[in-house]
């Protein structure tokens, strides 16, 4: 444990000592170039004045194109070749993709997250953000939903085992789901290994972490909505689910699409909780998962996991893009 310490000490020490010695050293380098005889003083000061941004955007520039540019450029040369990643072999992975039964079923379970995660996390957020500023003990219910963000999406999934947990039909059961179940009188299930409907109980865990997300950004939002407006609203005779539907989601509803868009990118890149729950069992797969078998079991596939990650980062590109569109559209109206 102490070895581990000091070595992340040592990193830390190393990495601050390296950035103040960079910049120090290309600074007095541009420094002393100016002041060099070769041409005029104005045009060495304009020249040094347009060259010192890029010293500091240098090292990040750097480390944009070995962690991003270069995965990508190689992804997508993968993505056309053959399981070995060195003979050519064209489209027959993208054929592979739209023929392949466990793609569809993994293309089908991701829809259905994009459709229930983001909705319903959103929509259970926003209706804690409305409800918990009713009561005095609103800081506390907030604080109880947000607490689940502060867990990995791993150790969630291992807390929602002993939620989902099954021991056999006579067994004594120790899950919850279980225990309500047989108290109505139902018989116990092993849930997520129940097809299709799994999906569904893997979801509320991405659903319990999100809603806290959710929660603070549109329960600050709510507190930009005027009050004025709340109150002429009353006198006017307005119920409190008008005002609420007709007048404050209205007003926020750019945070609303901001959060349900966060969340839908969260949603696409999900790999943990379907891991850690069933490793892809029980026809519960999604893209990130699949993508992981193909390049980490069986040997690996070079192609198909490149294929298959490249398919991932274009789903993620139009989200994005919508998200940072909307931004620059709100920007231009202030």
Do not use: H
């Not at 347009?50 to 990040?60: E, K, S, T």
């Not at 569904?200 to 806290?212: D, H, K, R, S, V």
């Not at 307005?238 to 349900?260: K, R």
Request: proline content about 4%.
């Amino acid at each position: 444990m102490s070895d581990s310490l000091y070595q992340t000490l040592y990193a830390v020490l190393l990495s601050i000592g390296f950035c103040l010695l960079y910049f120090s050293l290309s600074n007095w380098l541009l420094d002393w170039a100016v002041r060099l005889p070769m041409g005029q003083a104005n045009q060495r000061e304009r020249l040094g004045r347009a060259i010192r941004p890029w010293l500091f955007l240098l090292p990040a520039l750097l480390l944009l194109v070995v962690y991003l540019v270069y995965p990508f450029v190689e992804t997508v040369r993968l993505s056309f070749m053959d399981a070995t990643g060195e003979n050519w072999v064209g489209w027959s992975n993208f054929a592979w993709v739209v023929m392949d039964q466990n793609f569809l079923i993994t293309i089908r379970n991701n829809f259905l997250w994009l459709l229930v995660v983001p909705a319903a996390a959103t929509m259970f957020g926003l209706i804690v953000a409305v409800l918990a500023d009713r009561v005095w003990w609103g800081w506390l219910a907030k604080s109880m939903v947000f607490m689940p963000m502060a867990i990995s999406f791993v150790g969630a999934s291992v807390i929602w085992k002993f939620v989902y947990d099954f021991r056999g039909p006579d067994a004594e059961q120790i899950g919850i789901l279980n225990a309500i179940v047989m108290g109505l009188g139902g018989k116990p299930q092993a849930w997520v290994t129940i097809p299709f409907w799994n999906n569904f109980f893997l979801m509320a865990i991405l659903i319990w972490i999100q809603t806290g997300f959710a929660m603070v950004i549109l329960s600050a939002a709510l507190r930009g909505v005027p009050q004025d407006t709340l109150e002429a609203a009353r006198i006017d005779g307005a119920s409190e689910l008008q005002i609420f539907f007709e007048i404050m989601v209205p007003q926020i509803m750019s945070t609303v699409v901001v959060v349900w868009t966060t969340i839908t990118i969260t949603v696409l890149k999900v790999f943990d909780i379907v891991m850690a729950m069933t490793g892809g069992q029980w026809d519960t797969s999604v893209l990130a998962n699949l993508m992981y078998d193909w390049m980490f079991r069986g040997g690996g596939d070079y192609g198909r996991s490149s294929t298959l990650a490249l398919i991932l980062m274009l789903a993620v590109i139009p989200v994005m893009a919508f998200n940072i569109r909307r931004f620059r559209a709100e920007e231009a109206q202030r």
